[in-house]
């Protein structure tokens, strides 16, 4: 016998392994999940206090008969249109070069996902996302390849440039330097999971990413697994913050899959950000903020900051909080 088989067989046919602690919380949480009756109200939970208003427009259109997928978009359509908004969509600040692009994500009930990243002139990346998950082969498309896509698909590009990023961008030309103020450019995010009245999940997370970044740049806002991730026989994630230390640690897949271990979305929440501590050095210089979702409509949100907010709309009242952190202010 070889020796891997060898080592898989007694793993397999001792009886004593299954009495570890981990072991027996994994093999034990599917059937918790089985026995935990599906939230069916509908809910939505979303980044910082422009959740508010996407968590509305997604509410609405749960009410309309949309499903969760369209819950979702239609959500963060409503801050991608938003121009006055400096880090989700065309009004948002520059690269390096003095380019906006935009970086999106969806995924759905049946696990199947979008992405765009460094797209150009496109107003609803969200909505071109999904396109990408419905209409091509693919999950990923980039740049010039993501924005011919999208004229393909009858978009019309648009030009829009703001002059409140503009000026911005120009007053930052003078020293050229990068340095992200926690909580006013890390939030560069709109992260939003929908659940609807069939009790299926249902992501997106879209962004214009860092200003001032690197021409190319991407972060974690498009990525699945790490900006966002759902699973519908458990519950879903998003990500908001430093993109960089979030890909490092594939946070939302991370959160997802401590929930299948029987974690609530809280303590999933907790850990992920503990990880992230524990893998970098400079961990007090920056911001990350996960929230979760379980099937049984459970939430949980935690940040490595304080300051981080979330909206959540749930028995019909959509409200503004603040998340714990792993710092006190």
């Given amino acids: 016998m070889k020796r891997r088989n060898f080592l898989l067989g007694g793993i397999l046919g001792s009886g004593a392994m299954l009495t570890t602690p981990w072991i027996s919380s994994w093999a034990s949480a599917p059937e918790k ?5 599906p939230f069916m109200d509908g809910l939505v939970i979303s980044t910082w206090n422009a959740g508010i208003v996407a968590n509305e427009h997604a509410w609405k259109t749960m009410q309309e008969g949309g499903s969760a997928l369209d ?11 938003d121009f006055s908004n400096r880090y989700v969509g065309l009004g948002g600040l520059p690269d390096r070069e003095g380019t906006t692009t935009l970086d999106a994500c969806i995924m759905d009930s049946k696990g199947m996902a979008g992405s765009v990243m460094c797209v150009e002139k496109v107003k609803y990346p969200s909505s071109l996302a999904r396109l990408v998950m419905e209409r091509t082969p693919h999950v990923q498309l980039v740049g010039a390849g993501a924005q011919q896509f999208a004229v393909e698909q009858g978009i019309a590009l648009d030009d829009y440039v703001s002059e ?10 003078v020293k050229s330097e990068y340095k992200p103020v926690i909580n006013v450019e890390n939030h560069d995010t709109i992260g939003l999971l929908a659940m609807d009245r069939m009790g299926d999940l249902a992501g997106v997370c879209t962004t214009s990413g860092m200003a001032f970044k690197m021409k190319g740049r991407v972060g974690d806002s498009p990525i699945i697994g790490a900006g966002l991730y759902v699973d519908n026989e458990v519950g879903g994630a998003t990500a908001t913050g430093l993109g960089e230390a979030v890909v490092r640690t594939c ?11 029987g974690m609530s979305p ?9 990880r992230i501590r524990k893998k970098h050095a400079n961990v007090k210089d920056f911001q990350v903020g996960f929230l979760a979702v379980n099937k049984a409509g459970e939430v949980g949100a935690f940040s490595v900051q304080p300051g981080f907010s979330y909206a959540l709309h749930k028995h019909g009242e959509n409200k503004l909080f603040q998340a714990g952190s792993l710092f006190k202010g």
């Avoid at 999940?33 to 009756?37: D, G, I, N, V, Y």
């Avoid at 946070?251 to 271990?261: P, T």
């Avoid at 809280?266 to 503990?274: K, R, S, T």
């Fill in 33 to 37: 999940r089985r026995r935990s009756k």
């Fill in 71 to 81: 819950m979702a978009e239609k959500g963060v359509n409503a801050i991608e249109a």
């Fill in 164 to 173: 409140e990023a503009q000026q911005m961008y120009d007053e930052w030309l």
């Fill in 251 to 261: 946070g939302s897949f991370l959160v997802v899959e401590l929930m299948r271990q």
């Fill in 266 to 274: 809280q303590e999933a929440c907790e850990v992920a950000v503990d």
